[in-house]
């Protein structure tokens, strides 16, 4: 129940071209859902975020869409660039009382090509 | 601007061996998390600190491990008697308040042999 599944596990995306990366989330107590970028060698970095009050967000060529009913949450990347190469989890948190564990999903690497 | 940072990047040790990995978090955050990611898996919780005590804790963070914020500004990991599952990338992570994202250091990398 405290799982976050992640698909797909890779994808290969022609520059300009939108990624999109599912996640699905089986516990209702989840009240934050993080995306994290990686790159090779460095700390996940916090990509975007969003709480389930809302159905989607957006910051720049990012967008979380939030089904709340379903449990499902994707990030589409508009506009792919070769700098977007990473790997992206997905994650959820219960966001109070400095109890905010991280539980993230298994990740999806993520090539643009030029 | 700010940032969490971690030391050493790489650690190599022997099987059976103390290792402790040192975290400096944001000079202003108050709550402080490890997390670990095996090559190319996952990354998952460890453990949470807050006011000089643990918060909360994963299964994987057995009596093998422990924390501690020795000073004002390090925040540490210990693993007691390496073993060779226990090789991993280690994430040092820090939240000013509880409604706020977590930033994550660069990571330790920790190889057992």
């Known amino acids: 129940q405290q799982q976050v599944k992640q698909s797909p596990q890779s994808l290969i995306v022609q520059k300009g071209g939108i990624s999109i990366i599912n996640c699905a989330y089986e516990?209702?107590?989840?009240?934050?859902f993080p995306w994290y970028q990686q790159f090779p060698g460095k700390g996940p970095a916090l990509l975007i975020a969003?709480?389930?009050?809302?159905s989607e967000k957006k910051e720049g060529r990012f967008t979380i869409s939030f089904n709340k009913s379903a449990k499902q949450f994707s990030l589409h990347i508009m506009d792919s660039q070769p700098g977007d190469s990473a790997t992206y989890f997905c994650?959820?948190?219960?966001?109070?009382?400095?109890?905010?564990?991280?539980?993230f999903g298994t990740g999806t690497k993520l090539q643009v090509i030029p | 601007e700010p940032e969490v940072t971690q030391t050493p990047s790489h650690q190599v040790t022997q099987m059976g061996q103390e290792v402790i990995l040192r975290c400096v978090p944001i000079?202003?955050?108050?709550?402080f998390y490890w997390y670990r990611q095996i090559l190319g898996q996952k990354v998952e919780f460890l453990v949470s600190f807050y006011n000089n005590e643990i918060s909360e804790k994963s299964e994987i963070f057995d009596d093998q491990f422990s924390v501690e914020r020795p000073d004002g500004s390090n925040f540490t990991l210990k693993i007691r008697s390496t073993k060779l599952e226990d090789s991993a990338m280690y994430f040092c992570?820090?939240?000013?308040?509880?409604?706020?994202?977590?930033?994550f250091g660069p990571g330790t990398r920790l190889t057992v042999l």
């Open positions: 992570a820090s939240i000013a308040t509880s409604l706020d994202e977590q930033f």
């Open positions: 516990n209702t107590a989840f009240d934050y």
């Open positions: 994650a959820a948190s219960k966001g109070s009382g400095g109890y905010q564990k991280v539980t």
């Open positions: 969003i709480r389930p009050d809302v």
């Open positions: 000079s202003n955050h108050l709550y």
